[in-house]
Nanobody, 125 residues
Framework: QVQLVESGGGLVQAGGSLRLSCAAS????????MGWFRQAPGKEREFVAT????????YYQDSVKGRFTISRDNAKNTVYLQMNSLKPEDTAVYYC??????????????????WGQGTQVTVSS
């Protein structure tokens, strides 16, 4: 069984920064990609960023480009999301997800078979 465990969420003022981590444990896979999604209250879950495990290619939602950076540490089986210049509209529960199979640029939640429990990010104005 694979477990994805997020950490690093919290409360921050607008303009501040947070770094989220997601560590995979248990049965290990050669991931195709890992990604971050978020869900704000009353809204649907949305794609934030993804990184291909081999090669490190990244892809971002337009609203976070230039502010968020996704990275990974293959040896630690961990993916990170560095979030800078945070805005109140970034407030959400952030989920990491793992994809084992080639799905092009995996921006849909259906591309991912493994999910973490989520970590709350709150940005105050």
């Amino acid at each position: 069984q694979v477990q994805l465990v997020e950490s690093g969420g919290g409360l921050v003022q607008a303009g501040g920064s947070l770094r989220l981590s997601c560590a995979a444990s248990g049965r290990t896979f050669n991931w195709y990609a890992m990604g971050w999604f978020r869900q704000a209250p009353g809204k649907e879950r949305e794609f934030v960023a993804t990184i291909r495990w081999s090669g490190g290619n990244t892809y971002y939602q337009d609203s976070v480009k230039g502010r968020f950076t996704i990275s990974r540490d293959n040896a630690k089986n961990t993916v990170y999301l560095q979030m800078n210049s945070l805005k109140p509209e970034d407030t959400a529960v952030y989920y990491c997800a793992g994809s084992r199979f080639d799905s092009g640029i995996p921006v849909s939640g259906t591309n991912y078979g493994y999910w973490g429990q989520g970590t709350q990010v709150t940005v105050s104005s």
